[in-house]
């Protein structure tokens, strides 16, 4: 009988346990798993670790066979760390439920629904196709405002079109107004941005 070198490591959910058998045959190989017992055998290599310090799920447990180790791995019945893999411990079903043990808080944070994320860019998408030249004469730049433009003109009776024209054409485009009882009065003056500065090409 010969004795095999194996180590572990550990999550909260499973137990991972290495046995390093080199050019072990997958078919010759036979794990058994129990409720506190992992037993191993490879003809006449044998590895018995019982009693294991926490209650395994044997239908959940599972393992692969390698060319340099087979690799086991036992599934908790009961969540925590075990610091080893068989002793004497209490038995963690008796202190701990079975399955992902939750703190209220968490189960409070995870009972809250979750944002659809997809659902909101489609609605801020929306929202923003929505906001037209009515609601915002800025949206889409130049060629919507000229649009806005074009959209007063067409509204506009002879009177406001013609006031339109005339302040337009002699204020050089810094002027627009559809009160022809103003602008008829007389040209009508330049007026640069604030911060700008007229210049008359020739």
Not at 33 to 57: C, H, M, W
Request: aromatic fraction near 8%.
């Amino acid at each position: 009988m010969t004795s095999l070198r194996h180590e572990f490591y550990e999550t909260d959910e499973k137990l991972t346990i290495s046995i390093f058998d080199r050019g072990a045959d997958p078919a010759q190989v036979s794990i058994t798993f129990e409720p506190r017992k992992v037993s191993y055998a490879n003809g006449e290599k044998t590895l018995s670790l019982e009693p294991l310090k926490g209650q395994i799920d044997p239908e959940r447990c599972d393992f692969t066979v390698g060319k340099v180790k087979v690799e086991l791995r036992l599934v908790k019945m009961a969540q925590g760390r075990w610091g080893g893999i068989t002793g004497d411990a209490p038995n963690l079903l008796q202190t701990a439920p079975i399955g992902p043990t939750t703190s209220p808080a968490v189960a409070e944070a995870r009972a809250k629904p979750k944002k659809n994320w997809e659902e909101l860019t489609t609605k801020i998408l929306t929202s923003e196709k929505e906001a037209g030249i009515d609601e915002d004469p800025n949206v889409g730049g130049d060629s919507t405002v000229n649009s806005f433009f074009q959209k007063i003109f067409g509204d506009a009776d002879d009177d406001a079109k013609r006031a339109m024209m005339k302040s337009f054409q002699e204020s050089g485009g810094t002027t627009l107004s559809t009160n022809w009882e103003e602008v008829s009065k007389g040209t009508v003056e330049v007026k640069p941005p604030t911060g700008s500065e007229w210049k008359k090409w020739n």
